[in-house]
């Protein structure tokens, strides 16, 4: 199996993608983050000293998967099309579960930006939150659907 990010002389490279097929692709990304109870009910209640956690989080998700190619090494600038973030609170987990999807029509995969939404989106409830509760653990980041392009359909199981 060879590398696709490095070159016959063993440097890192941006693999080209320009030979490949434009197809409509899609990735949905999963991830939670877990806090105090008290916690959970400001968020719900609206009353978290900074403002509206899950909007701002929702806007924050949004904006990072479309600034994935700025920080992530080699990966591609696509033309996204879309990117949903859905939030939900689970009272008996004590954590709001995230659900990004991401959508775009390109010659490569959008899965990173897709983990890249729930992780900022994560992140910014974290940031939001911090005053009040430092113990909120940010995890089960995964991916969990994609679609499009040369592999087709992945679902994890």
């Given at each position: 199996?060879?590398?696709?990010?490095?070159d016959?002389k063993g440097?890192?490279?941006?693999?080209?993608?320009?030979?490949?097929?434009?197809?409509?692709?899609?990735?949905?990304?999963?991830?939670?983050?877990?806090?105090?109870?008290?916690?959970?009910?400001?968020?719900?209640?609206?009353?978290?000293?900074k403002?509206?956690?899950l909007?701002?989080?929702?806007?924050?998700?949004?904006m990072?998967a479309?600034?994935?190619?700025?920080?992530?090494?080699?990966?591609?600038?696509?033309?996204?099309?879309?990117?949903?973030?859905?939030?939900?609170?689970?009272?008996?987990l004590?954590?709001?579960?995230i659900?990004?999807?991401?959508?775009?029509?390109?010659?490569?995969?959008?899965?990173?930006?897709?983990?890249?939404?729930?992780?900022?989106?994560?992140?910014?409830?974290?940031?939001?939150c911090?005053?009040?509760?430092?113990?909120?653990?940010?995890?089960?980041?995964?991916?969990?659907?994609?679609?499009?392009?040369?592999?087709?359909?992945?679902?994890?199981?």
């Amino acid at each position: 199996m060879s590398l696709t990010h490095i070159d016959e002389k063993g440097n890192a490279r941006m693999v080209d993608v320009s030979g490949k097929e434009i197809t409509v692709r899609e990735a949905v990304a999963v991830g939670k983050i877990t806090m105090k109870k008290e916690t959970l009910h400001m968020i719900i209640d609206g009353t978290m000293p900074k403002g509206d956690v899950l909007s701002t989080a929702r806007i924050a998700g949004i904006m990072g998967a479309k600034k994935t190619f700025e920080l992530i090494p080699m990966c591609h600038n696509l033309p996204i099309d879309s990117v949903k973030i859905e939030l939900t609170h689970n009272e008996k987990l004590k954590c709001i579960e995230i659900t990004a999807i991401a959508r775009c029509v390109w010659k490569t995969g959008i899965e990173v930006e897709a983990l890249m939404a729930v992780s900022i989106t994560a992140l910014t409830i974290y940031d939001m939150c911090k005053a009040v509760d430092k113990e909120m653990v940010i995890g089960d980041i995964e991916l969990v659907k994609k679609t499009g392009g040369k592999s087709g359909i992945y679902e994890k199981v």
